[in-house]
């Protein structure tokens, strides 16, 4: 695991573009997994300014969507597969056909989770990018979560509800469920970066990176994969211990 701890939040933003931009110009695989959630704003508006530069292109990639709520509206901007039209296909050459997610408005959700896992099975995710709840989950995997899990309808813990009302308009509570690909599915990415940013996120990145693996804080689970990649500022690494956070300081 190579965990890096950026001097602040903007270079940290940067440093998962250029592992993005890394990823994609390799042309190793075109599959890339998009986590959203505000840690995820920055990084992606970093890679929409390369792409209106023209350093980068998402012209050939295909973004895979780790996670949706279920019961928004088809047009709720709060929507994850809204989020990822408004941030990456209408500010880069990525192609509005490229973003494939679950569908929560599938009136038999158990054979929409089982399709989207096939289908990102597939697809064999080249690089996945991770956030982390206060809780210490990925994706929209809880506490308690099979590290075997596959894409599947979960109920979110008021923590997560809670962490993430500040996307939703005030007086709005995000849904109680959504669509999750599952911790299996993650394992299964050729590489995984995780990013983390702000004093809120430092105890669950400890716990993740220097705890047990334990199903309690599901982000333990990346100490499995043989191939991660950990960007954090200070205030995300501010409980690691100095072995592990100044193994990969950033220069
Ligand atoms: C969303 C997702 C979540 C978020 C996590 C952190 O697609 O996968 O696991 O990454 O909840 O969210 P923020 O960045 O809003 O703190």
């Known amino acids: 695991m190579r965990i890096f701890v950026a001097p602040d939040r903007a270079t940290a933003a940067q440093r998962t573009a250029d592992i993005v931009e890394g990823f994609v110009n390799s042309a190793a695989s075109t599959a890339l997994g998009i986590a959203t ?91 996945q990018l991770l956030g982390i709840g206060t809780n210490g989950h990925i994706a929209f995997n809880e506490p308690g979560s099979s590290f075997a899990s596959s894409t599947r309808v979960v109920q979110l813990n008021e923590q997560t509800r809670r962490d993430n009302a500040r996307a939703f308009p005030d007086g709005t509570r995000p849904p109680a469920a959504a669509i999750t690909q599952g911790i299996g599915t993650i394992l299964m990415a050729t590489e995984l970066l995780l990013v983390a940013c702000g004093q809120p996120k430092a105890r669950s990145i400890a716990r993740a990176l220097e705890g047990p693996v334990t199903r309690s804080l599901p982000a333990s689970a990346l100490q499995l994969h043989p191939n991660v990649t950990v960007v954090l500022d200070p205030p995300a690494a501010a409980l690691l211990t100095d072995a592990s956070s100044q193994r990969c300081r950033t220069p």
């Open 37 to 127: 959630g505000k840690t995820m704003e920055e990084p992606l508006a970093e890679i929409a300014r390369r792409c209106r530069r023209g350093t980068l292109s998402l012209a050939h990639a295909e973004v895979y969507l780790l996670d949706e709520y279920v019961g928004l509206e088809l047009d709720d901007p709060c929507s994850f597969a809204n989020t990822v039209d408004r941030l990456l296909v209408q500010t880069t050459d990525l192609p509005p056909g490229a973003v494939h997610g679950p569908n929560p408005h599938n009136p038999d959700l158990y054979a929409e989770c089982a399709d989207y896992e096939r289908h990102v099975r597939a697809a064999c995710i080249g690089l």
